[in-house]
């Protein structure tokens, strides 16, 4: 798995290869487009994969503390945004847009 693109660019991701396989292996055994969760141990993410067809996974690092059922449905159609977007190059300059648009929504879900 190779990282094309990181927001915050900053953020240190502790993602171990064994998570990584592991997400390959959630994935793999349907090969088509989907989200699945992921919570094991100090592990709290959510992932999209676009399906065997493009290959990419677009994965969603979230706190211990937040629920991953909270994001899902935005998340993927962020995911299927930035898949849009892929042959333009044009995602890596949306990538801080759409994190801002995905915490505002959930700080005002969380508010109702």
């Given at each position: ?31 088509e ?24 996974y677009?994965v969603?690092v ?11 449905e935005k ?28 915490s505002?929504?959930?700080d ?5």
């Open positions: 798995m190779i990282k094309e693109a990181q927001y915050p660019e900053d953020k240190e991701l502790n993602l171990s290869e064994k998570t990584l396989l592991h997400l390959l292996n959630l994935h793999g055994f349907s090969k487009p989907g989200l699945i969760s992921l919570n094991i141990k100090d592990i709290n993410l959510i992932t999209y994969y676009s399906g065997s067809e493009l290959g990419y677009i969603l979230l706190s211990l503390l937040e629920n991953a059922e909270d994001f899902e998340f993927e159609i962020i995911a299927l945004n930035i898949l849009k977007n892929l042959n333009k190059n044009k995602y890596n300059e949306m990538l801080s847009d759409l994190f801002k648009n995905l505002f929504n959930h005002t879900n969380k508010n109702n």
